[in-house]
């Protein structure tokens, strides 16, 4: 059970001082059976006039800074420390129904699902779900567990990763056509390919662990996604709850993926959301690094995980 560090730095820059209106940050991971927050601190310059935690909708973390006055720039700083399990791939426990594709939902889950079962972008010509259904037999049946992990690493083998700093997420259909986009364009794809196969799927937002970041002298890195944040996804089977595929590194299972958020749609699981209060040309740029590394102990410093957040600090939650 390694402990793994993770320092998330997220800067912007004015030409001259402006105002801030609210921010909501989404940087603290959730705490489960298979990652267990040890410790986190969260740090913000300028230093907010009030900060307030909330559970979302989702049941995600999520704190809340309030600002009075002017800054030329705006830093938010987060440093995590946790205990992450991780699961052999395809180990998980499937509902004997369950076990080929197509199965039934439980009656009492049905509801429940509903909005994770729904497709939410367009898809005019059925590109999309004709490139779901290539993954099943003639008969439109696989074996539950394959036909996931085929869509994953086919994925992975089959589209170029390329990062993007620009906001929002491409089409699905779009995303095919192209065959590249982000960690969120492959995240989508795989969501909205399985709903079109009628099963449940999630949005997750979160860090991956590359313990070879940065590159090594050949470039190559062992993952794609290191150094910012990340993003994949989570499907829904009988008895084995939620699982994680993570299609942009072809990874089946929570190895080396560190959850912050699930939502239903990636908008949803946005890190840093804010306003500020200038001219459109104050605005000089953007910066996000993420470090995520293993720890050698478990830490001294920051801020016991268990701590009632709400309690006032200092530029810590």
């Known amino acids: 059970m390694p402990i793994l560090s993770v320092d998330h730095v997220t800067t912007y820059r004015?030409?001259?001082?402006?105002?801030?209106?609210?921010?909501?940050i989404l940087f603290r991971p959730r705490d489960s059976y298979d990652q267990r927050l040890i410790a986190a601190s969260l740090a913000i310059s300028p230093e907010p006039e009030s900060l307030r935690w909330v559970h979302d909708v989702f049941g995600n973390c999520v704190a809340v800074a309030r600002f009075r006055g002017r800054a030329q720039e705006l830093r938010v700083t987060c440093r995590i420390t946790l205990e992450h399990t991780p699961e052999p791939p395809l180990a998980f426990a499937l509902a004997p129904q369950a076990a080929?594709?197509?199965?039934?939902?439980?009656?009492?889950?049905?509801?429940?699902?509903a909005r994770y079962r729904e497709r939410q972008r367009p898809d005019p010509?059925?590109?999309?779900r004709a490139w779901a259904r290539g993954?099943?037999?003639?008969?439109?049946?696989?074996?539950?567990?394959?036909?996931?992990?085929?869509?994953?690493?086919?994925?992975?083998r089959d589209f170029a990763y390329e990062a993007r700093i620009e906001k929002g997420v491409q089409d699905p259909a779009e995303t095919l056509r192209l065959r590249r986009g982000t960690c969120r364009d492959f995240a989508l794809l795989m969501i909205e390919a399985v709903r079109a196969l009628g099963m449940a799927a999630r949005f997750v937002s979160g860090y991956i662990y590359v313990p070879d970041y940065p590159p090594e002298r050949d470039g190559a890195a062992r993952h794609a996604g290191g150094g910012s944040t990340h993003a994949w996804v989570q499907v829904y089977l009988p008895e084995a709850g939620w699982v994680e595929f993570d299609p942009t590194n072809g990874i089946v299972g929570n190895r080396d993926l560190i959850r912050?958020?699930?939502t239903r749609h990636p908008g949803q699981a946005v890190p840093l959301h804010g306003s500020w209060i200038g001219r459109?040309?104050?605005?000089?740029?953007?910066?996000?690094?993420?470090?995520?590394?293993?720890?050698?102990?478990?830490?001294?410093?920051?801020?016991?995980?268990?701590?009632d957040p709400a309690l006032p600090r200092r530029a810590a939650e």
């Open 14 to 24: 004015y030409r001259r001082p402006v105002g801030f209106g609210e921010h909501r």
């Open 100 to 113: 080929r594709y197509p199965f039934a939902y439980d009656d009492d889950e049905v509801p429940d699902l």
């Open 125 to 128: 010509a059925g590109a999309v």
């Open 135 to 156: 993954f099943l037999g003639p008969d439109g049946s696989a074996e539950t567990r394959a036909l996931l992990a085929a869509m994953t690493t086919g994925i992975r």
């Open 260 to 262: 912050v958020a699930v």
């Open 280 to 307: 459109p040309e104050d605005f000089l740029d953007m910066a996000v690094t993420v470090r995520v590394s293993e720890h050698d102990g478990v830490p001294t410093d920051g801020v016991p995980a268990n701590d």
